[in-house]
């Protein structure tokens, strides 16, 4: 059974700080992997996807990479600014490429 | 604009009541899912459908029930029979099953009072 899994579950820094979330997965049989956004008591916004096939993708700020042999995949956030403090949280399909396995989550504080 | 829109915000539950959340999508996405989010456990599954009039369990569908009679909705109730309901519920639409990226409505929170 996929489990997803966030390192750390929480990180605080300083404005302007690069900084890097890790998610790490047991079954590297994926169809793509998802980096969200969640603000509290807010629903999820997507950020990144990563086909199966991909190593990284960029939006502005932001980079994921994905390594499927290893079951990992990082987000790099640079010069974070005091607006990224939100959860973090990396999604995987499941085996049957039905739906999406979460991780807990990384709740990142940045402060000015 | 296209989204996901989830209704209420917020909903309180008496013991024993059965309640329905509303989720509505005008993406033209096949695929729709109800999420559970609770503190420190994150999102579990409840159910999914990938097409209209048909949808199948997801992890924790126990107390639960839906229905998928337009491709646009998929309303999620949660019957007397689920015992712990105070959660934040999330649905989420793809455009094809679990492969496309999935976009997520606000969420609706439900209390038992």
């Known amino acids: 059974k996929q489990e997803v899994t966030q390192i750390p579950a929480a990180l605080s820094v300083p404005e302007g700080e690069n900084l890097v979330l890790n998610c790490s997965f047991t079954d590297s049989a994926i169809y793509n992997l998802q980096w969200f956004r969640q603000d509290p008591g807010k629903g999820l916004t997507s950020l990144l996807l990563i086909q199966s096939s991909q190593r990284e993708q960029t939006s502005g700020r932001l980079n994921a990479s994905l390594d499927k042999s290893s079951g990992r995949s990082t987000l790099y956030i640079a010069a974070s600014q005091p607006g990224d403090s939100a959860t973090y949280l990396c999604a995987v399909t499941n085996q049957a490429g039905t739906a999406l396995i979460f991780g807990k989550g990384t709740t990142l504080s940045v402060s000015s | 604009d296209g989204g996901i829109t989830q209704s209420p915000k917020y909903l309180f539950r008496k013991e024993g009541q059965n309640v329905t959340l509303s989720c509505e999508q005008n993406?033209?996405?096949?695929?729709m899912y109800w999420y559970r989010q609770d503190p420190g456990q994150g999102l579990r599954l409840i159910y999914y459908?990938?097409?209209?009039?048909?949808?199948q369990k997801g992890d924790i569908a126990e107390g639960y029930s839906v229905s998928r009679e337009k491709k646009e909705s998929f309303p999620l109730t949660v019957t007397s029979a689920q015992k712990n309901p105070t959660a934040f519920y999330l649905c989420?639409?793809?455009?094809?099953?679990?492969?496309?990226?999935?976009?997520f409505g606000q969420g609706t929170r439900l209390t038992v009072v």
């Open positions: 459908s990938q097409i209209v009039n048909d949808f």
């Open positions: 989420a639409s793809t455009r094809t099953g679990g492969v496309t990226e999935a976009f």
């Open positions: 993406l033209n996405h096949d695929a």
